[in-house]
């Protein structure tokens, strides 16, 4: 059982950076994989980004490819999804996600075991 608390969130220009964290309650394994979804209103949860801990493999929405960058701290139990480039159509609410059996990253709302509560993210024109 992993509990996932995303931080971070908040109202930016376009243009702007932030930097999202979530921390996990309890340690995750090498065969985890950690990602990121947002679901915008009106719209439909969406991958964005994922990270496995055996491998380091990462993996981006064609979106996001370029502007935001996953990264994860086992030490800690965990993983950040830096976001530059900020654009409006980012605003969404941002989900941290645990795949327990996550020996390659997927991108399916179903493959993953554990959500956070979510963190608001909005980008003004």
């Known amino acids: 059982q992993v509990q996932l608390v995303e931080s971070g969130g908040g109202l930016v220009q376009a243009g702007d950076s932030l930097r999202l964290s979530c921390a996990a309650s309890r340690r995750t394994f090498s065969r985890y994989a950690m990602g990121w979804f947002r679901q915008a209103p009106g719209k439909e949860r969406e991958f964005v980004a994922a990270?496995?801990?055996?491998?380091?493999?990462?993996f981006y929405a064609d979106s996001v490819k370029g502007r935001f960058t996953i990264s994860g701290d086992n030490a800690k139990n965990t993983v950040a999804l830096q976001m530059n480039s900020l654009k409006p159509e980012d605003t969404a609410i941002y989900y941290c996600?645990?795949?327990?059996?996550?020996?390659?990253?997927?991108?399916?709302?179903?493959?993953?075991?554990?959500w956070g509560q979510g963190t608001q993210v909005t980008v003004s024109s």
């Open positions: 996600a645990a795949d327990s059996r996550g020996y390659y990253i997927r991108t399916a709302r179903a493959s993953y075991d554990y």
């Open positions: 990270i496995t801990w055996s491998g380091g493999d990462t």
